[in-house]
């Protein structure tokens, strides 16, 4: 059982890799960016809710998010653990978050933070764009994401590390490379608590 949450500023491949990591590990990957873009697809009212502020490249409301995140970790399928992606984005989340797994029995076992080159970032999220179409993925919207990035999430980083649970991975070139590097990570933990 192994449940892991997943950091990263936007483009540095976390959506990739979490899928990567939830494959190797048989866990699901939950990432709430694609809950709701999911939910926009196919106009429901959280999607309704959601939309205009990931438009604008800002945080959707607690009030919107955090019940989500409940919902979706009650499902059976998280059981043998979970990834997540894109949340905690705030401190604020991260502790409700830590009340939500006391309450439900669960814990987070490790989290990874990859780590990457601003440029490289902006670089990879313009082709991203171009591939996806992603609305939210214009190069002003992207430098805002950037910056809401920075200021809220990585104070996250800081709490984890406070609890020994924060593991940092060089997010520089290859998929393949970068995913190897999180193996590498995976297995010490797993060899540690053996
Ligand atoms: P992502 O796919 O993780 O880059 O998320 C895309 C967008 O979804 C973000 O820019 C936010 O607008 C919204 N979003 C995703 N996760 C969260 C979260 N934990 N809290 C608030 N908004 C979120």
Do not use: W
Not at 19 to 40: D, K, Q
Not at 118 to 146: C, F, G, M, P
Not at 163 to 187: H, K, P, W, Y
Request: glycine share 8%; with cysteine; charged share 30%.
């Amino acid at each position: 059982m192994t449940s892991i949450i997943l950091l990263g500023a936007p483009g540095a491949g976390k959506g990739t890799q979490a899928r990567l990591i939830a494959e190797r590990l048989g866990i699901p990957a939950i990432s709430t960016g694609e809950i709701f873009r999911t939910n926009m697809a196919s106009d429901t009212e959280l999607g309704r809710r959601a939309r205009e502020y990931m438009d604008r490249g800002e945080f959707v409301p607690d009030s919107v998010t955090n019940p989500m995140v409940q919902a979706r970790l009650a499902a059976p399928d998280t059981e043998r653990g979970f990834l997540l992606d894109g949340y905690p984005r705030t401190l604020a989340q991260a502790h409700v978050l830590r009340d939500l797994l006391v309450d439900m029995g669960k814990r987070i076992d490790v989290v990874l933070a990859i780590e990457v080159d601003e440029n490289e970032v902006v670089e990879r999220i313009l082709k991203r764009a171009q591939e996806q179409h992603r609305s939210d993925d214009t190069e002003e919207i992207i430098r805002h994401r950037l910056e809401v990035y920075h200021k809220a999430t990585e104070p996250i980083a800081t709490y984890y590390a406070d609890q020994d649970l924060l593991e940092s991975v060089d997010g520089s070139g290859t998929v393949d490379q970068v995913f190897a590097r999180i193996c590498e990570v995976l297995d010490r933990i797993g060899t540690e608590r053996r």
